[in-house]
């Protein structure tokens, strides 16, 4: 599980941490412990720093995984545009990330990135407060796995992008630090999902792709008892649904098929299946997919109102599985399906400075929405606050703030 995420000069991203550092609203107490959690849903203002935030992600996956130049291709972006516009313009992005590992330790990934090299030029790996990984002025120091010898070298003895561990051996390196790669190329951003990617034909693959570009192949590799659940899964989305297959082409090429249940109905070929099925069968086909970290954007774009309340429960019932997903949304009705402890901890609101820099607060911690919460749904709360006040107020544009006895 990610526990914690900070960045620095990404973007908007001058200086920004999640989950926030807010103290808590009912008793005062600093937020110490608490942790992102299995759900998170990112709510704000067009411009206010969300698609960031999940780009920032999927940004440190690809540094962990030494692909930063692919990573930069596929979106068409410059490395010159990853820093941020504000502040001192130098070419250097600060993270941690931190993990809790599967035996309860928490890993803690810190790294100066150059948007110059594309490589980490001083990094750390902690578990448990302890260095297991130094990279330091050219000197690296690596921390042995159970009974090998610590690693040091004057300079790093190998060719890499990104982190150091990219290109490191894992077997004779401490095991967190493997967990923590691991963990990052599990990370599976799907901000970019696109019902007309999803519809190409594509060749073997073992994930969706950032747009859905290899959907097809990746729900043919699928094994058959996956392939029953995610017809399971489907069906009281699509309850018209009677079977879903993959064609096979020439060359290895895939193409998914449907056919519903009406009189006559022939097979549909992916050319004219429609955009809410594509974006449904690609976000229920994480649950079979071996990514523990779960990113998508606009959560409801092309689906009905209909389904979402299914959709929701699909998505949080998976946080509950051990995977972490986060969401971004502008509907009111995503937080209606959510109770409201999972709302309180869970919906994060991005909002911007007057200066441009992107922040984060807890929404139902707010004085304008905690009060309200005790008599409404989380998302009538959303129907009945003013945000862009409630963000005047936030980012010091506006008067003081509604105390808690106005409400
Ligand atoms: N390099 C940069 N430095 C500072 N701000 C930036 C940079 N690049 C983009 N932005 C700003 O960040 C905003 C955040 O956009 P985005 O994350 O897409 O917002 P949202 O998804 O919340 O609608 C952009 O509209 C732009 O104003
Ligand atoms: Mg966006």
Redesign the pocket.
């Known amino acids: 599980m990610i526990t914690r995420f900070h960045i620095e000069n990404f973007?908007?991203l001058v200086n920004f941490t999640l989950p926030p550092d807010d103290p808590d609203v009912d008793s005062g107490l600093p937020p110490t412990g608490r942790e992102l959690g299995g759900f998170t849903c990112l709510i704000?203002?067009?411009?206010?720093?969300?698609?960031?935030?999940l780009?920032a992600f999927d940004f440190i996956a690809h540094i962990a995984t030494g692909k930063v130049k692919d990573w930069l291709g596929r979106r068409d972006w410059k490395k010159g545009?990853?820093?941020?516009?504000?502040g001192k313009k130098t070419p250097v992005i600060i993270f941690t990330i931190g993990l809790r590992t599967t035996v309860g330790t928490v890993v803690e990934w810190t790294a100066r990135f150059n948007t110059t090299s594309l490589k980490c030029t001083a990094e750390t790996i902690t578990s448990a407060g302890k260095d297991i990984l130094k990279l330091e002025e050219g000197r690296l120091t690596v921390a042995g796995a159970p009974g090998v010898p610590e690693q040091r070298y004057e300079k790093v003895p190998w060719e890499y992008e990104g982190a150091v561990m990219s290109s490191l051996k894992m077997v004779d390196a401490d095991p967190g630090i493997a967990e923590m790669k691991t963990a990052l190329a599990h990370l599976c951003s799907l901000e970019l999902l696109s019902p007309q990617l999803m519809r190409r034909k594509a060749r073997a693959a073992q994930d969706i792709g950032a747009g859905g570009e290899k959907l097809s192949p990746f729900l043919d590799q699928l094994q058959s008892t996956a392939k029953t659940n995610l017809y399971a899964l489907l069906c009281p989305f699509y309850p018209q649904l009677e079977t879903w297959n993959v064609r096979g082409y020439r060359a290895g090429w895939k193409s998914l098929r449907i056919k519903e249940s009406y009189p006559d109905s022939g097979m549909i070929e992916t050319g004219h299946i429609n955009d809410g099925f594509l974006r449904v069968i690609a976000i229920l086909a994480q649950a079979q997919s071996p990514h523990q970290f779960l990113l998508f954007?606009e959560i409801e774009n092309g689906i009905n109102p209909a389904l979402v309340e299914k959709l929701m429960d699909f998505l949080v019932g998976l946080g509950q599985q051990g995977k972490q997903v986060v969401v971004?949304t502008h509907s009111p009705m995503i937080l209606n399906f959510l109770d409201d402890q999972v709302a309180r901890d869970s919906v994060i609101l991005?909002y911007k400075t007057p200066a441009?820099k992107?922040l984060s607060c807890r929404y139902f911690d707010q004085p304008e929405t905690s009060q309200k919460l005790k008599a409404l749904g989380p998302g009538e709360v959303f129907v009945d606050t003013d945000l862009t006040k409630l963000v005047e107020r936030l980012s010091g544009s506006a008067s003081p703030a509604v105390t808690k006895e106005e409400v």
């Open positions: 973007k908007s704000g203002l067009n411009g206010s720093g969300k698609s960031t935030l780009q545009e990853l820093v941020s516009h504000f954007d971004t991005l441009g992107t």
